[in-house]
């Protein structure tokens, strides 16, 4: 029965539609799946076993159709599920269990997909490793003495694992999309806007977007299609018609991308990857050449600023957005014994319950907030986002899409990132500028560098979300995808 | 020194910022209900109780009020602007920060116009500006109720969100002796004219108004001194009390040689004076920032054209138009606009009363009575139709003037309508010719001597069996129909 989880999200959708499965069967496939292997992936912080066969069940007993009925999936556990707990891999959130579901949420559970449960990440979103989770890392299932990529490496292990068929993320500066790449699975970011915020615990407001993972191009878009569109609870929620990323992904199977014009980002072709990477995207480069996409060199010359102007604008908003975990209405509370004040209880749960990449990151923008630092930091930050905004406008005069590695280097060992902070947020230096900019990018394995995954880039205009699918679906047709070995 | 003294030494510059509770249905950035008194935290839910995850989103009636507010003080609104929040830990205030506005502000750089004792002041307002209201905590455990001795503190999130507008003057000098009185008639004007807008109950004493006075003393030709601030300010005397008291401690201390410091004060209702709070130097820094989670506010040119548009009358030139009507003199005026009753008397005039009629009740009885249960005259129990009832009551001849106290009585205890308090009390004129036919008569049995007094034509000595007839009815006969009917019984008619 295990084969069910080698199969895509599209193929089990049609064969529960069609009664050849029952999705029962598919979501014990895969809770059996999870209980095998996760003793060493650990990809879950919370398995829901029961919540997800419920669901099942509904889809059996006919109440719910739709493209994706009974299709399992995995959920970052930064986005609220009702009743089932959601810490966002945080001590400070241990135990709560959301009197509410994220509107996403909400979507999945309307479509009829069971979910299988939490996946882990670096605790608030704050990583590219999953290193920072304070319930302990998620491997590889490539090599399981290297990170998944963070931070939302829980659902990419999972799908890369073949615990989940889909998966979904959020990205902030690349979250979605360096795990993908590293576990050799498509990870999307859809524009800023185009899914709802409502239910995810914020890091970023301006940055964050959840967005769909999975192993294939066009499972994604079917993911993607389900979580999208206007949210009135979201003031930040586009209220535009979903670009039609399903039918893209189909159209870009077929293998023709002629009249499609590719920007290479210059700044980004050059020196600052791992030579494997540079390689394997070249080799991708000409591959989609060869189906008749016209490839133009684009300079964006502010994109060298993104990443700092990111750990000024990100850790700012971050610093107000987790000012609310106190200890006063939910979660853990550290030091009330009577004996102390308020203010001390606060700052004794928020020293006990936040990890130490979340303490520099609220350090770092409380400090660039600062009455007298502002206009340096943040203010400074915020024209750097409009110059780079630019600099993506300009391009898209010129090209239909901008292409890069997803990230400069493959999935790296434990430990070996973690003493100096900068080196860790350069995972994330080619993922950056789409958040600042708000437009859409996705990643999709374009091959191996030493039998690790390389991710390929394609990012869009905002609201062009189904461009990079058409041009991934293609990628993905000549290049084929790539399995990990078996665990 | 004395008052006097101290305004010949020194000027006074006085500033206000006033908070305002709109009354909007739903709180400003969620569908939760703003009923005021509801049990404590059931007007809650994830936005308001900032639960991880949830989002606000702007109550378009909260933008609608504010604009109004703006437009009223004359001022310019603008374009394009954004929310931003101001960060600091209070365990009242569920993010741990406040979504209000910083530097780009909704309305900005209007004005008010003020009189007091016949002159016009103008009073400048910098900025009109939304946020939203915090929670409330209560101590419980200690002897005080303060957080001081407290063995626990208590939340209560209803408040949570409730959309607050702050209404911040320009420094306003050269105002003199007369600072506290133009400081309290600013504070009556701007809450007459945000009650006319009908966007707000204005209700200094529970809250849905508040006032913070700054106040700063320098010699004249000298620049402006250092300012305190005064909270705690919660009724229109007690803006006036304390700008002049602290006019009168600031003074003391320069007259010492003493230097001001820049601080937060608290007004004692009880002893009148100021008393230091948090000082300023040591005051949080709010690290303000535009609010990602809000989209920018840019309010369509029509729409602010139509809501000027549609403005309801200025207080002042309504106050002028009603005084020519009513036939009263400037200072009766505002009186009734002190009472807060210049609607409540146009009400029951609209119900059918006089208006020296429907005056005389709000002003005398009914405010009397306010006063005595320290409430709003709105709130004193009785309604401006009653009050037309009752006066149509006493120009039918049904009651006389002290009769007509009591059934005011009776209503504003709840009794009902004036005609079934006079039915209830049984406390009708009497009219009935018998019942007064024999009450005369047993009158001019029961004193033959004066009954013949005033048949030789001493006129002036019915009096006396007058009140022997209103004793035997217990006041309930109309005394001139007594006195009518005793001088036709004797035939001198």
Known sequence: ?487 | MTYDEILTKYEPVIGLETHVELGTRTKMFCGCKTDFGAEPNTQVCPVCLALPGALPVANRAGIEATIRIGLALNCDIAEWCRMARKNYFYPDMPKNFQTSQYDEPLCTDGYVDVTVNGTEYRIGIERVHLEEDTGKTLHVGGATGRIHGATESLVDYNRAGIPLVEIVTKPVPGLGALAPEIAKAYVAELRDIVRSLGVSDVRMEQGSMRCDVNTSLNLPGEEWGTRTETKNVNSLRSVERAVRSEIIRQAAILDDGGKIFQETRHFQETTGDTRPGRSKETATDYRYFPEPDLVPIAPDPAWVASLRESLPEKPSVKRARLREDWGISEVDMQSVTNAGAVELIEETIAAGASPAGARKWWMGELARRANELDVDLAEVGATPAQVAALQKLVDAGKLNDKLARQVLEGVVAGEGDPADVMAARGLEVVNDTGALTKAVDDAIAANPEIAAKIRDGKVAAAGALVGAVMKTTRGQADAKAVRELLLERLGVS
Not at chain 1, 232 to 250: E, F, G, K, L, M
Not at chain 1, 343 to 360: C, H, I
Not at chain 1, 450 to 471: N, S
Not at chain 1, 478 to 485: E, I, K, L, Q, R
Request: aromatic share 8%.
């Open chain 1, 1 to 487: 029965m295990s084969d069910l989880t080698r199969l895509s999200a599209a193929s089990l959708s049609k064969m529960i539609s069609s009664r050849e499965l029952s999705a029962v069967e598919v979501t014990t496939a895969h809770l059996d799946r999870i209980a095998a292997v996760e003793d060493r992936v650990h990809a879950f912080l919370h398995v829901d076993a029961e919540g997800a066969l419920d669901a099942a069940r509904r889809v059996d007993a006919g109440e719910i159709t739709g493209p994706l009925a009974g299709v399992p999936i995995a959920v970052k556990d930064v986005v609220t599920t009702k009743g089932v707990p959601t810490t966002a891999a945080s001590k400070i959130l241990e135990g709560w269990k959301p009197p509410y579901d994220a509107t996403i949420v909400e979507r999945l559970k309307q479509a009829g997909m069971p979910i299988l449960g939490k996946t882990n990440m670096d605790e608030f979103a704050m990583g590219s490793s999953t290193e920072y989770s304070a319930y302990g890392a998620t491997n590889n299932p490539w090599d399981l003495g290297r990170i998944p990529g963070g931070s939302g490496g829980g659902s990419a292990a999972a799908i890369a694992a073949y615990e989940a068929p889909l998966a979904i993320g959020t990205d902030t500066g690349g979250s979605i999309r360096q795990p993908g790449a590293v576990t050799g699975t498509v990870g999307a970011k859809p524009t800023y806007g185009g899914t709802s915020r409502y239910g995810l615990i914020a890091f970023s407001s301006s940055l964050d977007t959840p967005g769909p993972c999975g192993r294939t191009v066009e499972d994604t878009a079917l993911l993607h299609a389900v979580m999208a569109g206007h949210d009135p609870r979201d003031s930040t929620s586009i209220n535009q018609p979903v670009p039609d990323v399903v039918a893209a992904a189909r159209l870009g199977k077929n293998g023709d991308l002629s009249g499609v014009k590719l920007g290479v980002v210059k700044e980004f072709a050059g020196d600052g990857s791992e030579p494997g990477v540079l390689n394997s995207f070249k080799e991708s480069l000409e591959a989609l050449v060869k189906l008749g996409a016209e490839i133009v060199e684009v300079s964006c010359p502010h994109f060298e600023y993104a990443l700092p102007a990111y750990y000024l604008i990100a850790p700012s908003e971050a610093s107000s957005n987790l000012a609310r975990f106190d200890g006063v209405r939910y979660g853990l509370r550290t030091g009330d014994d009577g004996s102390r004040s308020l203010e001390e209880v606060m700052s004794l749960t928020r020293e006990a319950g936040f990890g130490p990449e979340v303490k520099r990151r609220i350090i770092l923008g409380t400090y660039a907030l600062s009455s007298g630092y502002y206009d340096a930091y943040y203010g400074q930050a915020q024209k750097v986002r409009t110059l780079i905004t630019r600099d993506f406008q300009s391009a898209f005069e010129q090209v239909d899409v901008l292409v890069s590695p997803t990230t400069p280097f493959v999935a790296f060992p434990f430990g070996s990132r973690t003493s100096d902070p900068y080196q860790m947020y350069l995972a994330d230096l080619f993922t950056i500028p789409t958040n600042l900019y708000g437009g859409p990018a996705i990643s999709v394995p374009c091959g191996l560098s030493e039998g690790l995954p390389v991710g390929f880039q394609i990012m869009a205009p905002t609201m062009a979300d189904d461009r990079m699918y058409r041009v991934a679906a293609a990628l993905e047709s000549a290049v084929g995808s790539f399995t990990p070995p078996e665990l």
